[in-house]
T-cell receptor, first 116, second 111 residues
Framework: GAVVSQHPSWVICKSGTSVKIECRSLDFQATTMFWYRQFPKQSLMLMATSNEGSKATYEQGVEKDKFLINHASLTLSTLTVTSAHPEDSSFYIC????????????FGPGTRLTVL | QKEVEQDPGPLSVPEGAIVSLNCTYSNSAFQYFMWYRQYSRKGPELLMYTYSSGNKEDGRFTAQVDKSSKYISLFIRDSQPSDSATYLCAIPKTSYDKVIFGPGTSLSVIP
């Protein structure tokens, strides 16, 4: 099956610093990648959708200047949390889709971010 | 009314029991329905998907859709401790990019 990896799996940083999370599709080319945020015991909240080579589409209420998304290749997307604050602490999960006309998303293992 | 609703549980059953997990949705136009399983501190993995009404079986898992009631179910037969996870229903909205996830039901299968 399609495999998506994320790095790092967990990160602790100081308030005010920036953190970059990588999402890679290992055995397929991802035409579209998605970034989600998940709080404890809550469902996935879509933050943004990115297509390779174009700007990400952010969901309402998600600050694009704070959560920078780059999808530079068909196998790599990055999410940078800029000037992180404790309220940004969360579980960030990416997913990828290998076909434009497909509902199925393959999820990465997630990255737990803790901002002190 | 939320677009997709799901009882968060937690649901605790003995090993070997039949488990029924359910979601309701509000938009009768939805056609495609998915179930994901998420282990603690891991990303979700697709379990099953169904299109329109009816049943679909895969091993111990059966997905059922009742469009007239806007109700979808996932049944797990002969439940195992390894089935302990959170189960999320997921329904694409108007396009391939918009998938609505239910809040998930936490399941514990006790040996």
């Amino acid at each position: 099956g399609a495999v998506v990896s994320q790095h790092p799996s967990w990160v602790i940083c100081k308030s005010g610093t920036s953190v970059k999370i990588e999402c890679r599709s290992l055995d397929f080319q991802a035409t579209t990648m998605f970034w989600y945020r998940q709080f404890p015991k809550q469902s996935l909240m879509l933050m943004a959708t990115s297509n390779e080579g174009s700007k990400a589409t952010y969901e309402q209420g998600v600050e694009k200047d704070k959560f920078l998304i780059n999808h530079a290749s068909l196998t790599l997307s990055t999410l940078t949390v800029t000037s992180a604050h404790p309220e940004d602490s969360s579980f960030y999960i990416c997913s990828a889709r290998d076909q434009r006309e497909s509902y199925e998303q393959f999820f990465g293992p997630g990255t737990r971010l803790t901002v002190l | 009314q939320k677009e997709v609703e799901q009882d968060p549980g937690p649901l605790s059953v003995p090993e070997g029991a039949i488990v029924s997990l359910n979601c309701t949705y509000s938009n009768s136009a939805f056609q495609y329905f998915m179930w994901y399983r998420q282990y603690s501190r891991k990303g979700p993995e697709l379990l099953m998907y169904t299109y329109s009404s009816g049943n679909k079986e895969d091993g111990r898992f059966t997905a059922q859709v009742d469009k007239s009631s806007k109700y979808i179910s996932l049944f797990i037969r002969d439940s195992q401790p390894s089935d302990s996870a959170t189960y999320l229903c997921a329904i694409p909205k108007t396009s391939y990019d918009k998938v609505i996830f239910g809040p998930g039901t936490s399941l514990s299968v006790i040996p």
